[in-house]
């Protein structure tokens, strides 16, 4: 391959780390925003900690679980990585852009102890979550492991990141409880407003824009001009599901509510990150329309649930990716999955059922 191609391949990937890495900043006011100002100061500090500690963590043991040489479970080589020389994209530039993937992953995970837990428990959680549940699970699908062998689409995490942070969030809700005065003794909620819905908007702004480093930036190449079109699927249903969440939200209650439609925009994001390499515009726009939809009824359902989750993770992380993972074996075409070499054409395109087999299956191992 030409130098010069080599050399944008290697500058776009790195710009697209540095994209991720900033949606951090993203997760910091998105968080705080959402939960009260006495836990703003330490649901800040603690995402800075566990981001280098988790960086630590993925060199160390991470990565070689995920990327390494081993079986269809788990890489078993490459501990505490040292990147040599390639001739394709540098191996130092792949490990910045994957570990900025794992410590998205973990943030997201946060969403379920927020406002409950102590600071020992978040480095705990880091050291068990980026050295072997992430990684696992991402060996799986993106590092030749079974769930490659049967042919599963996740283009950029839905299931990999995304529904992997929200079951760990998921689990962490559940141990530690719902806060003090979320819920009275007959089921009904109370409302624990956050502070501030100017930093939880600006959060959501810089989480739309470090997306296309996440979703554009997995096709870890220029040169075929392909990750212009990840891009454009990406933007389209993101807009769809701001509107359709906004939207549904104004029917069901009579006035549109923010929260909601924010809600809405990153269920967009999530449910089309598996999907936006394989699927035509048309199919994008839908993907992100449902995904706003069921944000509704999804924020609604947890709450029935007694389940306290202050910045929705479960919702906008876990609903919505299990939407976007099993969209593809309704919407993926064959071309699209022919170019990007990943599975086959979904059940809309060639009738056979197999394709959204494998995307459950994803979801259910995950």
Known sequence: MDLTVLGLNAIWVMLAF???LFMQGGFILLETGSTRMKNAGHVAGKTIFTVGLGVLV????????????GNSFIGLDGFFFNPGADESLPPSIFFLFQSAFAV??????????????KLGVYLLFTLFFVGFIYPVIAHWIWGGGFLAEDGAQDFAGSTVVHLTGAC?????????????GRFNKDGSANEIPGHNQVYTALGVLILWVGWFGFNAGSTVAVDDGFF????????LATGAGAIAALLVSWAVRGKGDVGT???????GLVAITASCAFVDPWAAVVIGLVAGIITVGSMKMFEKLRVDDPIYALTVHGVAGIWGTLANGL????????????GQ????????????WVQFESVVVC
Do not use: C
Request: net charge negative; charged share 10%; proline share 1%.
């Open 228 to 235: 212009g079109f990840v891009a454009f699927n990406t933007h």
């Open 331 to 342: 919407f993926a075409t064959e071309e699209l999955a022919a170019q990007v070499g990943v």
């Open 104 to 117: 998205i992953s973990l943030s997201i995970a946060w969403g379920g102890f927020a406002e409950r837990a």
């Open 18 to 20: 540095i994209l991720v």
């Open 168 to 180: 760990a969030a998921f689990a962490a809700t559940v141990l530690l409880k719902p806060r003090i």
């Open 58 to 69: 993925y060199w160390a043991v991470g990565y070689a679980f995920a990327f390494g040489e």
């Open 261 to 267: 439609m924010l809600n809405g925009t990153l269920a």
């Open 345 to 356: 054409g979904g059940l809309f395109y060639t009738g056979d059922w197999y394709q959204l």
